[in-house]
């Protein structure tokens, strides 16, 4: 049995975790605002600076070319913009798991200890039942190890997936400002032969 001391050690490192835990999730909810003001700064500058700049078009093919200008660093932005959600929620996660095992680290040994008083109180006869109840405790500890590896692995994949998403996110922006510059210096030779004509 845990005495009264026990108990009370365990209330209050169980109160310190919550508090942790509060303030990592208010440091990230911190984050996510400052990053979200800096994506609106940015997007209300680069608005007003794509504003003028289409202002000052005198024709279609000058207007293609400005939007093949800006479509690469938005797809960018895009890609960086989702890089950070994902390294916050990482973070957090990180913070949470660390507590999690830090718990579940100490509720081992509490129930270890727990198991090896209840053994030494226990009546002659009784080793097997005693063996029986710690053979079960390792194969749970067991089990929860298998359960952690196999999610440390989704979270490695994901985290590739994401890395490999974001490779073809920028590729893909690469290709539509070319494929959108080619098309405006095709309409470009296309309007002077027209003049020449």
Same mark, same amino acid.
């Given at each position: 049995?845990?005495?009264?001391?026990?108990?009370?050690?365990?209330q209050?490192?169980?109160?310190?975790?919550l508090?942790?835990?509060?303030?990592?999730?208010?440091?990230?909810?911190?984050?996510?605002?400052?990053?979200?003001?800096?994506?609106?700064?940015?997007?209300?500058?680069?608005?007003?600076?794509?504003?003028?700049?289409?202002?000052?078009?005198?024709?279609?093919?000058?207007?293609?070319?400005?939007?093949?200008?800006?479509?690469?660093?938005?797809?960018?932005?895009?890609?960086?913009?989702? %890089?950070?959600?994902?390294?916050?929620?990482?973070?957090?996660?990180?913070?949470?798991?660390?507590?999690?095992?830090?718990?579940?680290?100490?509720?081992?040994?509490?129930?270890?200890?727990?198991?090896?008083?209840?053994?030494?109180?226990?009546?002659?006869?009784?080793?097997?039942?005693?063996?029986?109840?710690?053979?079960?405790?390792?194969?749970?500890?067991?089990?929860?190890?298998?359960?952690?590896?196999a999610? %440390?692995?989704?979270a490695?994949?994901?985290?590739?997936?994401?890395?490999?998403?974001?490779? %073809?996110?920028?590729?893909?922006?690469?290709?539509?400002?070319?494929?959108?510059?080619?098309?405006?210096?095709?309409?470009? %030779?296309?309007?002077?032969?027209?003049?020449?004509?």
């Open positions: 049995m845990l005495t009264p001391e026990q108990l009370m050690a365990a209050k490192a169980n109160m310190e975790t508090l942790g835990l509060t303030h990592k999730a208010f440091e990230g909810v911190e984050k996510l605002v400052e990053l979200n003001m800096q994506l609106a700064r940015a997007a209300l500058s680069d608005s007003a600076d794509t504003a003028k700049a289409a202002l000052s078009v005198q024709d279609a093919q000058a207007l293609l070319a400005l939007q093949a200008e800006w479509l690469q660093p938005a797809a960018e932005k895009a890609v960086a913009y989702n %890089r950070s959600l994902y390294d916050l929620a990482q973070a957090a996660q990180a913070e949470w798991v660390k507590a999690a095992e830090a718990q579940m680290s100490a509720a081992q040994q509490n129930l270890h200890a727990l198991i090896d008083t209840a053994a030494q109180r226990a009546p002659a006869g009784s080793e097997d039942a005693v063996a029986l109840v710690k053979s079960a405790v390792t194969a749970a500890n067991q089990a929860f190890e298998q359960v952690h590896k999610a %440390r692995q989704a490695d994949i994901a985290d590739a997936n994401l890395q490999a998403m974001a490779g %073809r996110a920028a590729a893909a922006g690469k290709a539509a400002t070319h494929s959108a510059a080619k098309a405006s210096k095709t309409a470009t %030779r296309s309007k002077g032969s027209r003049r020449g004509a």
